[in-house]
């Protein structure tokens, strides 16, 4: 088990606290996106769990698709990122509930950012997602709700398992939509062509 431990006497007088903190992240994040133009239902006016056809309109519109998996992977990320900064606060450790509020802040703030006119265009350009504009505030929200659950998750599980999800995700959503989180990392920051013809040959 991989929680991050407090020296706090009373740790569970926190999580108030840091829930309403995470909740109210995740409030302005949805204001922000608002505001930005984004709607909070996809245009079609229909709320699906799950959306699998990743050129479709309601891709990044709906509950759950594809990327959903990526955004779990920024939990056990941001969880792994903060329990290595943990060993070298000095003796008094970060309760979990300040290190789920801090993860919440990193997430929140790049659903905010991919959700600019900047960076859906840099999508549209570099990446298969040509008819990309921006997320549904709904999906936004949810993909923070994901992120939420992997944090919890890489909070609880062995490092070794985490990992074994982490690749195993990757693999099976890279060779299911032929993307995932790598490989839009790597065509955000240095797109390559070859990738970019493999992707657009998706049947």
């Known amino acids: ?14 999580w108030p606290r840091a829930v309403a903190l995470t909740l109210g992240i995740i409030a302005t994040a949805a204001v922000l996106e608002w505001s930005m133009g984004h709607t909070f239902l996809s245009k079609s006016g229909h709320v699906r769990l799950w959306v699998g056809a990743v050129n479709s309109s309601e891709n990044s519109q709906q509950i759950a698709d594809w990327y959903s998996f990526s955004h779990l992977i920024h ?3 941001l969880y792994g990122l903060l329990r290595l900064a943990n060993r070298f606060s000095g003796p008094r450790h970060w309760p979990l509930g300040i290190c789920l509020v801090l993860a919440m802040l990193i997430e929140a703030s790049w659903e905010v950012t991919e959700n600019t006119s900047f960076v859906i265009n840099r999508y549209r350009e570099a990446t298969l997602s040509l008819d990309y504009y921006g997320d549904s505030i709904l999906n936004s929200v949810c993909d923070m709700l994901f992120c939420i659950a992997g944090f919890f998750l890489a909070a609880r599980l062995p490092v070794w398992l985490t990992i074994t999800l ?8 890279g060779y299911a939509i032929r993307d995932n989180l790598t490989l839009n990392i790597i065509m955000l920051v240095h797109p390559f062509e070859a990738i970019k013809h493999w992707q657009m040959a998706l049947p």
Do not use: I
């Open 1 to 14: 088990m991989n929680v991050l431990h407090s020296t706090e006497s009373k740790p569970q007088s926190r």
């Open 166 to 173: 982490a690749v195993l995700m990757e693999l099976g959503v």
């Open 75 to 77: 939990g056990f990320l």
